[in-house]
Every structure is written in structure tokens, then in C-alpha cells.
């Protein structure tokens, strides 16, 4: 077999991340080892399968049509290897979830606790991803579950279903000049430097949203990973933050910070459940969607699954 599914996958984590580098560090293997199975694998197609824009890398047509064969060759592989595993472990279903880091800090750990111990021969596999990679990995069958915050709107290409709300806030060193306010608006935030979370994540679209009607900038002084990276550079006086009320309140016990509420539509987040088809969810990811929204069930029309 001259294409084997390595090099498959590394093709996608390139053409999804968009630079060599950050695909040799989220797969754990070396930047001229991924270089050279590419160039294999295009040697092999005969077709170049990438190419370098002043965005970074892209896929050429022949790459995006490789990428949406290669999605279902790699899903396919999982699932055999799935089925064959359960055999030789007992383990009686894979549910694959996407979800942001407010659901994962928050209430999924209660949540998928209360289920394993319901159903110990189901394996959960949870990888965090902002809320727009959420809704496009859950169209495109990468994950078989999804939890995202509400960007307004309908997504395409899947069911969602209400699954919690949180109330965000804004964290400020202690000592800070706003720090004696009640309230906070965006504007207040605008003219200070912030500690924003990754690209594309919820609290930056809405940041950048009002700048922009404002017509102001926003002025990250650093975008980190995680609500203890924010909390831990805000502490340091590097800038504002903002995170789950919840979260705040804890971690303003430990650290030199100050919770402040944020007068803001957008302040109070629905967290919602997203997957592509109810009846078509592995068993296994049905248990899941019913344990944590029994509307959902209601909602499809369907019989309750049973484990076997």
C-alpha cells in the first residue's frame, strides 16, 4: 500500500493548523519528518498537495480534495480499530468530544463523572477546541459531541441543544484603578491592555466586535491557552482578563485578583450540546447526549438507546 494513513494524518494537521511547525508540535514528531512524508506522499499522487501564501500554508485543490478523502480514511481506520479493541478490552463504545475550555473547566468534569460511573465500559475522548473549530469538526465527523458557546445564530450541519449558562466577569489585579467599580462595559476594558485567550475564542469575537463599532483597537497585551495562564498574567499586573464568574471567584481566593462584574449583553454565555444527527450518533455517544440532555432524545423522536 504506497499511501499509508501517517502520513494522511499528518497532511491534515498541517493543512488544519497551516504551518509545519505547529503540526510537528501538536503530533509530537519532528518538523523535516512531516516535510518528507508530505513530499512522499505528493511524489506518489504526483500532485503538489500544498503551497506557502503570505497566510502560511495552504492546500492546493488537489490538497483539499485529499483532505476530504483523507477525513473519512482516517475516521474509517479509527472506528475499525474501535471495534476491534472492544473486542479484546470489553470497552463497549468510543464517544469523541470537542469542547471549549469554559464547559471543560466548568461542568464537564461532574458531568462525564456521573456518566462513567454509569457506564464504565464506555471510553471518553475529549480534546479541547475554541467554539468555531467546535461546529466545524462536529459537521465534518471529527468528534461525535460538541460543546461550544453560543455565537448567535443557527450553525449548519448540526443539532444543538441548550446544555448550560455561565456569567462572565472581568479580573483585574488588586490595586487596579478600576478595580473599586460595581460594573465594567466593554469601553471601560478597551482603554487597558487585556490577556485574551486563543484566536477565535468567544470573549476575543466579542471584544473585537466592539472595537470595531467603536473604532478602536484592541489592545492584547498576550493571548494564552488557559483560564490559569489569564488569571496568572493578570496577577503579574500584565493586563485585564476576563473568565467565568465561577472560575474567578476561585481563583481569587488563591491569587491577588478581583472579580468585577461586565455590564454586557454578551456577559451572560449560553453553553450549548452539538451533534450531527441524533439517530446516527454511535450508541455509545447517545447514552452521553441522554445522560447530559434528555430533551435531546424527546427532540429526535427516538427510542432511548441500550447498551449491549
Partial sequence: MKIDPVSLKLFLAVAELGTIAAAAEREHIAASAISKRISDLEDVLRAQLLERSNKGIVPTPAGIALQNLSRSVINDLDNIFTLMHDYSSGTRGLVRIFAN?????QFLPNDLQSF????????????????????RGVAENAADIGFYADLGGQPQNVITQAYREDQLVAVLPVGHPLGNRKWLTTPDLLE????????GSFINLQLMRTAGELGVPVKFRMQVNSYDAVCLMVESKMGIGILPKSLAQRYARILRIRPVGLKEPWACRKLNLCFRSYDSLPV??????????????????????HPD
Avoid: F, N, W
Fill in 101 to 105: 475550555v469554559s464547559s471543560i473547566t
Fill in 116 to 135: 462513567t460511573e454509569k457506564y464504565p465500559l464506555v471510553q471518553l475522548k475529549l480534546e479541547e477546541r475554541i467554539s468555531s473549530a467546535i461546529l
Fill in 192 to 199: 487597558h491592555y487585556l490577556i485574551g485567550l486563543q484566536t
Fill in 284 to 305: 455509545a455517544a447517545r447514552l452521553l447526549v441522554d445522560h447530559l440532555c434528555p430533551s435531546a432524545r424527546m427532540a429526535a423522536g427516538a427510542a432511548s438507546p
